[in-house]
């Protein structure tokens, strides 16, 4: 064979390898990855969302320290070392903020006490891990708890009117354990749903005289509303 024939040959063999896949020993290229755009949407969408924690945690601060009407958006901008534009590209107003806060923390203390009657454990034990969870909840979200009590005549009247009924969802869903405890024979109540407001009332206040590496810790708290709770329901004797 011909040196001509030979490299017509190679190249005959070179192209039937490349139809068939192959790049003739050559190192095999990647195709590229497309990157889904999810994950950086994700990652910005956290950004935003801890931009938002801050900026709703500093004027709880303040609105708290301070109240509602002698707070500014600046004085929170400036808390936090921001200009108020950094305050406007996440929320329009200052009552938006508010809302913002009240609806927090009243989401907060709701999920922990469903939490709580969603287990199904024995009447007696869910009511003492209503109460411990309903305490533990109002310390930790303290400041938006009192926010939200003390400053709802701020709230625009069409949250004002959504807020109540949050609060009417929540003592409800109290009101309608305590009935099935009555009807099991552990509770007495005449009024299922004033007992849901006295023990609302009892723990919702600690928001305000509450200070943290004071008298009581939260757990003694927790015990002391308990028992006086179960004493209010006749769940145990006075004596014992």
């Known amino acids: 064979m011909t040196s001509k024939q030979v490299d017509n040959a190679n190249r005959a063999a070179l192209s039937r390898a490349k139809a068939n896949g192959h790049n003739g020993g050559a190192i095999p290229t990647k195709e590229p990855v497309a990157v889904s755009p999810e994950k950086p949407l994700k990652f910005r969408d956290e950004v935003a969302q801890l931009k938002r924690d801050r900026i709703v945690d500093t004027a709880a601060d303040l609105f708290y320290e301070q109240g509602y009407a002698n707070t500014t958006l600046d004085a929170v901008a400036e808390q936090m070392g921001f200009s108020k534009a950094f305050i ?23 999920e922990a006490v469903e939490g709580a009657l969603n287990l199904r454990l024995d009447t007696r034990t869910t009511l003492a891990l209503v109460v411990e969870r309903y305490v533990s909840s109002v310390l930790k979200y303290q400041k938006y708890i009192a926010v939200y009590t003390r400053e709802e005549k701020s709230l625009p009247a069409d949250e004002a009117v959504r807020a109540n009924e949050k609060r009417r969802q929540f003592f409800s869903m109290i009101a309608d354990f305590i009935e ?41 708290i927790a015990s002391n509303i308990t028992r006086s709770t179960m004493l209010m329901l006749g769940a145990v004797d006075a004596d014992r």
């Open 180 to 220: 099935r405890g009555c009807d099991e024979g552990v509770f007495k109540s005449d009024d299922p749903l004033l007992s849901a407001l006295t023990l609302g009332g009892s723990v919702t206040w600690m928001a305000f005289w509450y200070r943290e590496g004071g008298r009581l810790q939260p757990h003694e």
């Open 88 to 110: 406007y590209s996440n929320f329009s107003s200052k009552p938006e903020l508010l809302v913002e806060i009240c609806i927090r923390g009243v989401a907060h203390v709701h």
